[in-house]
T-cell receptor, first 112, second 115 residues
Framework: SQQGEEDPQALSIQEGENATMNCSYKTSINNLQWYRQNSGRGLVHLILIRSNEREKHSGRLRVTLDTSKKSSSLLITASRAADTASYFC????????????FGSGTKLNVKP | KAGVTQTPRYLIKTRGQQVTLSCSPI?????VSWYQQTPGQGLQFLFE???????NKGNFPGRFSGRQFSNSRSEMNVSTLELGDSALYLC??????????????FGSGTRLTVV
């Protein structure tokens, strides 16, 4: 299975601290994406990083990708209570980039 | 522009019944994908439709089916409902032509409860 696995499963931090979540996957990918989900609602796309990219930034988000280790990390800097949500990585295979595999997610709790 | 619209938001059905869920993608998006989300299995890919054709399929039994209309709206149907079909069903749309550049746009989901 290509499914990604996030680590840790749950993370609790204080407002203002940084949060780091990791994602590992199994097969060669075309791209990897991170999504956020608030309380069982729909997922919101955060950032996409292609297999030939190593790092990408978007506001307070920083994503890295290491294709040799088949892993990615999502860093949220200066976290806010509003960042409390579940975060998922999703991978698209080099053979089929219209079918995404989602990881199990990291549940982030940011305490005010 | 309007987002991805899923109807209904909530649904309660009895075992053995069948159900139809609807998804209207973002205008101009031709690809619609469906996912099932449960606490135990996470997000599982059901199928993807592009230009009225099923382009990709996940590992679900034949009780799960779908279709896409010429206006890109999609429906998924689950027949002979089982308790284990209780889940949040999410629809996601994308342009669908070639590589996805901006990721999926998800709807808010339909929460199905089978009793």
């Amino acid at each position: 299975s290509q499914q990604g696995e996030e680590d840790p499963q749950a993370l609790s931090i204080q407002e203002g601290e940084n949060a780091t979540m990791n994602c590992s996957y199994k097969t060669s990918i075309n791209n990897l994406q991170w999504y956020r989900q608030n309380s069982g609602r729909g997922l919101v796309h955060l950032i996409l990083i292609r297999s030939n990219e190593r790092e990408k930034h978007s506001g307070r988000l920083r994503v890295t990708l290491d294709t040799s280790k088949k892993s990615s990390s999502l860093l949220i800097t200066a976290s806010r209570a509003a960042d409390t949500a579940s975060y998922f990585c999703a991978t698209a295979s080099i053979y089929n980039f219209n079918k995404f595999y989602f990881g199990s997610g990291t549940k982030l709790n940011v305490k005010p | 522009k309007a987002g991805v619209t899923q109807t209904p938001r909530y649904l309660i059905k009895t075992r053995g019944q069948q159900v139809t869920l609807s998804c209207s993608p973002i205008s101009g998006h031709r690809s619609v994908s469906w996912y099932q989300q449960t606490p135990g299995q996470g997000l599982q890919f059901l199928f993807e439709y592009f230009s009225e054709t099923q382009r990709n399929k996940g590992n679900f039994p034949g009780r799960f089916s779908g279709r896409q209309f010429s206006n890109s709206r999609s429906e998924m149907n689950v027949s002979t409902l089982e308790l284990g079909d209780s889940a949040l069903y999410l629809c996601a749309s994308s342009l669908g032509a070639g590589e996805i550049k901006g990721g999926y746009t998800f709807g808010s989901g339909t929460r199905l409860t089978v009793v």
